[in-house]
């Protein structure tokens, strides 16, 4: 009896001790981390909402029944397997975020986006970036600071644009023709016109999962970038702005990575942040290129160049 005793008195310590290392573990936060067991690439998708475009419901696969939520999550997936989401004409975004806060390390580039850019085939997107400064693991509005590249530095980009698409008739989305008046759209700039079904891509351009007639927009707007040298259908380009955008150099190119000091407010003033712990990509031209029909950012991932090159 005396045995039996003693042996349950050691249990009941050696459970105690066990559930208090792991309330202590769970209090603690992941600052403790050897920063090796963070992951370099993005872990979760906090917003979806592309706009209209050639790849839209394909990129990731619209199936029926999807809602604003599965269509997040598989957005998510996509960025965590580095597959390719797009975002569709100007203003289409995704909202996501990492494990840990990149560090902006002075001096350095600190993160790299990753699209499917290659040569003359740049389609630029605007870069937010956010440091969750409250740490309410949330980033609030106040928190959002634009990555400001080449072409803002130049006096080339026009904020506070605005677009609205209107959702086509059901008979022309289902079409298998092209379509030269397929999405009307309109900007705050005195704009308007139609957007293109082409004869590549047959589904709805329109995203199937939102319920409202319109999709609006609003960001900075950058310069076009196609050229078409010989006028033919292949001398299309989309030319690379200098630095600083998504989708705008290939993945391994110096030209995809991003320094957090180029961060500014909305008086283009620099801002000074230590680190962040979300990003915003938004396509940033209104542009048709031909046969390459509208330009779209995509993005497949973001990686913190500081935990690579650890790694
Ligand atoms: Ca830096
Ligand atoms: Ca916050
Ligand atoms: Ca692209």
Same mark, same amino acid.
């Given at each position: 009896?005396?045995?039996?005793?003693?042996?349950?008195?050691?249990?009941?310590?050696?459970?105690?001790?066990?559930s208090t290392t792991i309330s202590c573990s769970s209090d603690n936060t992941i600052e403790e981390k050897d920063p090796k067991e963070y992951k370099s690439n993005v872990t979760k998708v906090l917003e979806y909402a592309p706009a209209f475009g050639q790849f839209v419901n394909k990129l990731p696969l619209y199936e029926e029944g999807d809602t604003v939520e599965?269509?997040?999550?598989?957005?998510?997936?996509?960025?965590?397997?580095?597959?390719?989401?797009?975002?569709?004409?100007?203003?289409?975004?995704?909202?996501?975020?990492?494990? +840990?806060?990149?560090?902006?390390?002075?001096?350095?580039?600190?993160?790299?986006?990753?699209?499917?850019?290659?040569?003359?085939?740049?389609?630029?997107?605007?870069?937010?970036?956010?440091?969750?400064?409250?740490?309410?693991?949330?980033?609030?509005?106040?928190?959002?600071?634009?990555?400001?590249?080449?072409? +803002?530095?130049?006096?080339?980009?026009?904020?506070? !644009?605005?677009?609205?698409? !209107?959702?086509?008739?059901?008979?022309?989305?289902?079409?298998?023709?092209?379509?030269?008046?397929?999405?009307?759209?309109?900007?705050?700039?005195?704009?308007?016109?139609?957007?293109?079904?082409?004869?590549?891509?047959?589904?709805?351009?329109?995203?199937?999962?939102?319920?409202?007639?319109?999709?609006?927009?609003?960001?900075?707007?950058?310069?076009?970038?196609?050229?078409?040298?010989?006028?033919?259908?292949?001398?299309?380009?989309?030319?690379?702005?200098?630095?600083?955008?998504?989708?705008? !150099?290939?993945?391994?190119?110096?030209?995809?990575?991003?320094?957090?000091?180029?961060?500014?407010?909305?008086?283009?003033?620099?801002?000074?942040?230590?680190?962040?712990?979300?990003?915003?990509? !938004?396509?940033?031209?209104?542009?048709?290129?031909?046969?390459?029909?509208?330009?779209?950012?995509?993005?497949?991932?973001?990686?913190?160049?500081?935990?690579?090159?650890?790694?």
């Amino acid at each position: 009896m005396k045995r039996v005793k003693r042996n349950s008195g050691i249990a009941l310590l050696v459970s105690i001790a066990f559930s208090t290392t792991i309330s202590c573990s769970s209090d603690n936060t992941i600052e403790e981390k050897d920063p090796k067991e963070y992951k370099s690439n993005v872990t979760k998708v906090l917003e979806y909402a592309p706009a209209f475009g050639q790849f839209v419901n394909k990129l990731p696969l619209y199936e029926e029944g999807d809602t604003v939520e599965s269509m997040r999550i598989k957005a998510e997936k996509a960025l965590q397997n580095n597959t390719v989401i797009t975002l569709g004409g100007f203003g289409g975004y995704v909202v996501f975020g990492f494990d +840990h806060t990149i560090a902006n390390v002075p001096g350095k580039r600190d993160f790299r986006i990753l699209g499917n850019a290659f040569a003359n085939n740049a389609e630029p997107g605007v870069i937010l970036v956010a440091y969750d400064a409250n740490k309410n693991g949330i980033p609030d509005v106040d928190e959002w600071f634009e990555i400001a590249g080449s072409e +803002h530095e130049k006096g080339r980009v026009k904020a506070k !644009y605005k677009i609205v698409y !209107y959702k086509p008739a059901k008979a022309l989305d289902d079409s298998q023709e092209e379509i030269e008046q397929y999405i009307r759209w309109e900007d705050n700039l005195g704009n308007n016109g139609w957007k293109k079904k082409n004869k590549f891509h047959h589904q709805s351009y329109y995203p199937q999962w939102v319920k409202t007639e319109v999709l609006r927009f609003e960001g900075t707007l950058l310069p076009t970038n196609a050229i078409n040298e010989d006028e033919t259908e292949s001398g299309w380009q989309l030319k690379p702005f200098a630095w600083g955008y998504a989708d705008n !150099y290939p993945n391994r190119q110096e030209g995809s990575t991003i320094d957090i000091d180029w961060a500014v407010d909305q008086n283009g003033n620099k801002v000074n942040l230590p680190g962040i712990d979300f990003i915003k990509v !938004y396509t940033g031209l209104n542009q048709e290129a031909g046969w390459l029909g509208e330009t779209s950012t995509e993005v497949g991932g973001a990686i913190d160049l500081h935990i690579e090159n650890k790694n």
